[in-house]
């Protein structure tokens, strides 16, 4: 399995890295002056291995003329070129934890699209609207895939994030996760900007539209349990390689994830879910 690239056309929101990192002990060296050096160490390597040669096998050393040479490395040179362009890059295999998160579709499917997501995120946002009603159409409808949502809210700039992602594990508690996951990116542009009194409301509001017991979404949303399970998703993220929002991983717990980040297009998960059932 490979990670997908993320084309620059494609936005997804960075977590902020509050360390930099340290450039002093780095060395940059330009991928031609890189593969100059390869293949210079390709010949050495050769032209060690032809002198060595001569001096313990039975030609005599005068046999080493510079016509010799100059075709002996030539044929080297040609025999190293090839060699370097056709050793593939290999990508470690990205194993992932279901956990014990929110499943949508089938739970014995083939394939699993496990999503880390910020409901404040306004890619995540286009990802809900533009390109997951295709895949459930063509593929969760269908039995072929499922889809896992895990907790990853950006606090640093997404200042109601984690209010949203608590409420929304707090309708998983009485059976509405995905509908209340549905209110939270429909009304995004509603709720994003509000202050965190008239969120509150607007989070028990939603909680009402969906039939929610009061009582015990009021007492969820203070439980430190819910809180410590976004936070094992927070970790979860990192050890993966989670960088930002919208991030997934398709695949399945035998043949381990391919990762893409940002809200592509519907075409690119389309050609990774028909890759893995083929």
Request: proline letters at 6%; charged letters at 25%; aromatic letters at 10%.
């Amino acid at each position: 399995m490979t990670e997908e690239s993320n084309p620059q056309n494609v936005q997804s929101e960075d977590i902020p890295n509050p360390v930099p990192e340290k450039d002093e002990d780095k060395i940059t060296i330009k991928k031609s002056s890189y593969n100059n050096i390869l293949k210079a160490l390709v010949v050495t390597i050769a032209v060690a291995a032809f002198f060595s040669g001569y001096g313990l096998g039975t030609m005599d050393n005068s046999s080493l003329t510079n016509e010799a040479i100059a075709k002996f490395l030539n044929q080297a040179e040609q025999r190293a070129l090839p060699t370097q362009q056709s050793v593939p890059v290999q990508t470690p295999v990205i194993m992932v934890s279901l956990d014990d998160d929110p499943v949508k579709g089938n739970p014995d499917a083939p394939v699993t699209i496990i999503e880390f997501s910020d409901f404040q995120c306004p890619f995540c946002s286009r990802f809900y609207t533009q390109t997951l009603p295709l895949i459930e159409k063509d593929y969760i409808d269908t039995g072929k895939v499922k889809l896992v949502y895990r907790d990853l809210p950006i606090d640093a700039i997404h200042p109601n994030a984690r209010s949203a992602h608590i409420a929304a594990e707090c309708a998983d508690e009485q059976g509405k996760f995905w509908e209340y996951h549905d209110i939270l990116f429909n009304n995004q542009r509603q709720w994003q900007g509000l202050g965190s009194v008239d969120f509150d409301n607007t989070l028990k509001e939603y909680a009402g539209q969906l039939g929610l017991q009061t009582a015990s979404f009021d007492s969820c949303m203070k439980s430190p349990d819910i809180s410590e399970e976004i936070n094992d998703d927070l970790l979860d993220a990192a050890k993966y390689g989670a960088t930002g929002t919208p991030t997934f991983f398709i695949g399945n717990e035998k043949d381990g994830y391919v990762k893409i980040t940002g809200a592509q297009a519907y075409s690119t998960f389309q050609r990774i879910i028909d890759d893995q059932l083929s």
